[in-house]
């Protein structure tokens, strides 16, 4: 992964080039080549936008509940722990470079305040998808990890469900620390997936408002 790591990097810096310097790294908006500019723009950003919110929408409601209910607790875990730093780094490139997009399209100074509402909508999921992916992800899979060693100790882990997790954890206080500790990481890394979520709902309904079908 540290391929994609160094990919997004640059991906973030040129969008924050393009958010404080747009003409200066994509050039003027006027002249012969600024109506292929802006379209281009408009497709980037659409896709972008439209990827990023359809994979958050799967992994947050459809794929993750469906593994939880149908593999081994411990299989889904080892799963997570290989998807998740992948679809975090996607959603993350793809938000940073709705930002730019929105950005060159959107110049802050030229921008109403509604605009300005909505390139603050695709910061926000641009913070949290990197907050996930740099901070709640590793923490998660870490502990993850030590509490499924706790837990093979134990012979449990390889049911469907919680149900032996949460039985065993009453007479053992290890992994009932452990599971506390699991939780509260993995509540956060959940907060923020659904903030980033809700703030690309924010933003697929101004979209909405300047379609003509």
Request: overall charge positive; some cysteine.
């Amino acid at each position: 992964m540290a391929w994609a790591t160094r990919f997004l990097a640059a991906v973030c810096f040129f969008a924050a080039g393009v958010l404080y310097a747009p003409d200066g790294l994509l050039g003027a908006r006027s002249g012969s080549g600024a109506g292929a500019a802006v379209t281009a723009a408009k497709v980037a950003h659409l896709l972008c936008f439209a990827t990023s919110w359809g994979a958050a929408l799967w992994a947050t409601f459809i794929g993750g509940i469906i593994m939880f209910k149908n593999l081994p607790r411990h299989q889904f875990g080892n799963l997570q722990g290989k998807m998740f730093p992948a679809y975090f780094t996607l959603i993350s490139a793809c938000a940073a470079i709705s930002v730019a997009a929105f950005a060159y399209l959107h110049p802050w100074k030229a921008a109403s305040t509604v605009e300005r509402y909505q390139l603050g909508f695709l910061i926000s999921a641009l913070g949290f998808d990197l907050s996930n992916l740099l901070v709640f992800t590793p923490m998660t899979i870490e502990m993850m990890k030590k509490r499924h060693k706790i837990e093979r100790e134990l012979s449990i882990g390889d049911e469907v469900g919680w149900s032996k997790n949460v039985k065993t954890a009453k007479s053992n206080p290890a992994l009932a620390a452990m599971n506390k500790k699991f939780g509260m990481i993995h509540g956060l890394s959940s907060l923020a997936n659904i903030m980033s979520f809700g703030s690309l709902a924010m933003h697929s309904w101004y979209l909405a408002s300047k379609l003509q079908l």
